[in-house]
Every structure is written in structure tokens, then in C-alpha cells.
């Protein structure tokens, strides 16, 4: 049976009754303020790309022309998605193209590989309703939550100048409020901060504004 005579035979079965650990993924509501301005590819696009990243517990990932257009399949035969259903290269590059016009992703492109997509994460500590999930550079005008972030810490940040941010041996370092952890940021990979504050490195960042 052909793609297209399957796609004609497609009848959703149903969302789950209740959901299970597996069954979901965090998605940002920040987006419902957002969704308005995105076409329909870009919105797929953008999903897709958050479905790979935050839906993984990471910030960014490799993504292939191929994946955003049929999906990934792992080595024993099982997919684990099937992509965004665009099937026109351009529509896809030009949907990229849109959303880092517009400020939703970043990339990163490196000679004989695959790009990196990064979700472009918020640069300040937000005081509005919409509540970020991550700490970024600290402003010494900010007001912490003295309930997320220990004393010591605290000291430490009240230290820095404005816009600095931490490094633990070169990699940069985040701090999430639904875990109320600091994590280091890796190659796309998150891993726990236990080390300590001692050895972090307080670099400075530039500042962005709007």
C-alpha cells in the first residue's frame, strides 16, 4: 500500500483517558501567547523541535532535513516519531528560516554534520505572568526566590555584576525552577550540579535587550 492511500486510510484512534509517565511531555506555555503568529508549517516545525529538545529534558539537539520531514526510525525497526508530515524540503527551510527571523531558534552549524536547533531561552529573570522555567544571566536588580535558592548561592550571586553568568569548566550553567536545581550544560546534555560554588566561574554576558 502506497504513503498516500495510507494517509487516506488514517483515523486517529484517540487521546488517552489518563496520562501515564510516557504518555506526555512539558510543553512551554509561554507559546499560547505566541501560537497566533506562526503559520501552520512553522508551528510544526517549531513543535517538532520542542518535542526533541524540551521533551528530552534538553535545551537543544541534531535535527536532519530528513527527520523534520519523515521522522526517526531506530535500528531495531521501531519509529519513534514520524516527523512533521511537510514532505517539500524548501517549505521546511524556509519555516527554519522564519522562526529564527523571529526569534524562536538558534542554530548551529558545523562543517560534515548534522545542525544543531536550539530553542532561544529567555535572558532575564521574567517578573510578568509568564513565568520562565529557567534562570538566566542575574541581574543584581532581580529579586531571587529565597525559597528556590540556597544561602550560599544567594552570597554568590549577590557578588557578581550585572549580567555575568555561571561556568563550571567551560560549559555554561542554568538554573530550572520546576526541579529547583542548577544544571551544566554540555554538548546538549544537562547534567545535575554537584559540584561546588567554589569552582564555578562567573563569566560575563551580554546583555540583550528588546
Not at 48 to 57: A, D, K, S
Not at 89 to 114: C, E, M, R
Not at 134 to 144: H, Y
Request: hydrophobic share 30%.
Amino acid at each position: 500500500m502506497s504513503i498516500k492511500k495510507q494517509q487516506k486510510n488514517l483515523n486517529f484512534p484517540g487521546f488517552p483517558t489518563t496520562l501515564r509517565d510516557g504518555q506526555f511531555y512539558k510543553y512551554p506555555t509561554i507559546m499560547d501567547h505566541w501560537n497566533y503568529c506562526l503559520s501552520g508549517s512553522e508551528q510544526k516545525i517549531l513543535d517538532y523541535i520542542i518535542r526533541r529538545t524540551y521533551g528530552f529534558n534538553k535545551i537543544e539537539d541534531r535535527i536532519s532535513l530528513n527527520q523534520f520531514k519523515n521522522g526517526i526510525k531506530k535500528r531495531n525497526g521501531i519509529w519513534l516519531d514520524k516527523g512533521t508530515g511537510i514532505k517539500n524540503d524548501s517549505t521546511i527551510l524556509k519555516g527554519l528560516g522564519s522562526l529564527k527571523k523571529k526569534g524562536f531558534i538558534k542554530t548551529v552549524k558545523t562543517k560534515n554534520k548534522t545542525t544543531f536547533y536550539q530553542l532561544k531561552l529567555l535572558h532575564k529573570i521574567q517578573r510578568s505572568t509568564l513565568k520562565n522555567a529557567e534562570v538566566g544571566p542575574v541581574r543584581n536588580t532581580d529579586t531571587i526566590d529565597s525559597n528556590t535558592i540556597d544561602s550560599l548561592q544567594k552570597n554568590y550571586i549577590n557578588k557578581i555584576i550585572p549580567y555575568k553568568k555561571p561556568y563550571l569548566s567551560g560549559s555554561y550553567m542554568v538554573y530550572k525552577k520546576t526541579d529547583k536545581k542548577w544544571y551544566v550544560v554540555n554538548g546538549g546534555e544537562w547534567r545535575e550540579f554537584v559540584g561546588k560554588w567554589e569552582d564555578v566561574e562567573w563569566k560575563s554576558y551580554k546583555k540583550i535587550t528588546s
